[in-house]
């Protein structure tokens, strides 16, 4: 099988990996991938060498985790998978894969088009900001960083029950918060930010920050804006490759006289009645799918580069770039 693996900074290549889907295990799936979608911000951090995030391997390593296949065989105690039935797994950029059944991996319902699906559990992820911070349906919500994670945030944001504004560094995504669903969309660094929330909440302040974004500025408006007492879901990697800071990021004002609480989106929900179903981000996947299946979750529409896997390099590199343009990007991986 095709795997990309990064062997260091900006050392991307596929190549050929052995694969034995002859003698398959009891409870394994052999999935045959149609295509993958590249989680920009994560991956690009990657690409470019920033630090290591801890408990991700060194290189060389694989790249990506959105990963949607057609299963073409199955073990002889697998129950929850047919051959023929489409998949999303937590699969990196490769041709197939074999994987546990009991896996992080779900069954795509009828109805639910492929380029929808493949975003699945990075959507999961961005449903996973707001149970994790004890989200009440008519909060005020502010998504800070409007990529593909940002905008599930601002999609997912109107169906929970939020008022959702949206604030990016480019007037392209705004635009796209707001045809993704967002109530208000505003550049981060508006002079008349503070008045223009102050708006938008009639004066109650933002209840909820969802921080998507890396750069330590983010962060700053983020604690900014919120109104005291309220929380900021950090679902951003930190200052991941950014120069040393210039503020303190608990500094009095921000944090400890707002009475703020901020929370790392990882690990399972904040919640008093914990759900059936598994645990962390992954537990709302199928909710995710049952909204595509719906057609009120649609995140194909952010869509804006449909490449070949042997176009990869060509993408990452454009990401390095910082291409404002780029946003949804697939690879297909169909021969």
């Known amino acids: 099988m095709k795997k990309a693996i990064l062997h260091g900074p ?3 290549r596929i190549e ?9 295990g009891v409870d394994d799936v052999w999935v045959e991938t149609q295509i993958s979608a590249f ?21 060389p390593r694989f790249v990506g985790d959105s990963n949607l296949g057609i299963v073409r065989g199955i073990g002889a105690e697998v129950t929850r998978f047919e051959v023929g039935d489409r998949v999303v797994a937590t699969q990196p950029h490769q041709s197939e894969y074999i994987i546990s059944q009991f896996g992080d991996i779900f069954k795509v ?24 911070a004890l989200f009440r349906p008519g909060e005020n919500v502010a998504v800070v960083g409007l990529g593909v994670l940002g905008l599930g945030a601002v999609a997912l944001g109107p169906l929970f029950g939020a008022r959702v504004v949206g604030l990016g560094n480019s007037p392209i995504r705004l635009d796209m918060a707001k045809r993704m669903g967002a109530h208000a969309a505003y550049l981060s660094d508006d002079p008349d930010l503070e008045e ?16 998507t974004a890396n750069p ?10 919120v109104r005291p007492n309220g929380r900021v879901s950090i679902v951003s990697l930190m200052g991941r490759g950014e120069p040393p800071l210039d503020f303190n990021p608990l500094a009095m004002e921000w944090f400890y006289a707002k009475g703020i609480s901020l929370i790392a989106v ?22 995710v799918l049952s909204l595509m299946a719906e057609k009120k979750l649609q995140p194909s529409r952010l869509i804006t580069h449909r490449l070949h896997y042997t176009e990869m390099v060509q993408a990452y590199e454009m990401a390095y770039a910082r291409e404002k343009s780029m946003l949804g990007v697939i690879f297909n991986w169909r021969e």
């Open 109 to 132: 319902p009828p109805g639910v088009d492929d380029e929808d699906a493949v975003y699945a559990h990075l959507y999961a992820l961005s449903a996973h900001c707001y149970h994790k």
């Open 16 to 24: 050929e990996h052995p694969l034995d889907t002859s003698a398959l």
């Open 266 to 287: 990882h690990g399972e929900d904040a919640q008093l009645y914990p759900h059936a179903d598994a645990s962390g981000h992954l537990g709302h996947c199928n909710h």
């Open 196 to 211: 223009k929330l102050g708006a938008f909440t009639n004066g109650s302040g933002i209840d909820l920050v969802i921080l």
């Open 39 to 59: 989680k920009i911000g994560t991956d690009r951090g990657n690409f470019e060498g920033a630090e290591r995030v801890p408990g991700a391997p060194d290189y």
């Open 10 to 12: 900006r050392d991307l």
């Open 216 to 225: 330590w500025p983010a962060f700053r408006t983020s604690v900014e804006i």
